[in-house]
Nanobody, 117 residues
Framework: QVHFVESGGGLVQPGGSLRLSCAASGIIFSIYTMGWYRQAPGKQRELVAQ???????IYTDAVKGRFTISRDNARNMVFLQMNSLKPEDAAVYYC???????????WGQGTQVTVSS
């Protein structure tokens, strides 16, 4: 069974940093493109960053230059380093395959990121 366990969220002031972690199980992690998604209240879930099996990355424009996605295939983990956080980055952050259907559509609980002074 597929599981994603996200951690590392919290409350941070604007301009601050957080590092999110995601542990995946139940998939052959190393062969999949992995993504970080976020969902703010009243908005649809969106893909903010992805990393393929070769380490190539893609970011949505809103986070380019501020967020960095990375992965550790030996530990089946994917990370999101978030710098220069803005109030509009506040959301619940999830990891999953990209696209999510490749994991069968399973989602973890996510980790809450709050950006506020």
């Amino acid at each position: 069974q597929v599981h994603f366990v996200e951690s590392g969220g919290g409350l941070v002031q604007p301009g601050g940093s957080l590092r999110l972690s995601c542990a995946a199980s139940g998939i052959i992690f190393s062969i999949y493109t992995m993504g970080w998604y976020r969902q703010a209240p009243g908005k649809q879930r969106e893909l903010v960053a992805q990393i393929d099996d070769g380490g190539s990355t893609i970011y949505t424009d809103a986070v380019k230059g501020r967020f960095t996605i990375s992965r550790d295939n030996a530990r089946n983990m994917v990370f999101l380093q978030m710098n220069s956080l803005k109030p509009e980055d506040a959301a619940v952050y999830y990891c999953n395959t990209s696209p999510p259907r490749r994991s069968g559509g399973y989602w973890g609980q996510g980790t809450q990121v709050t950006v506020s002074s």
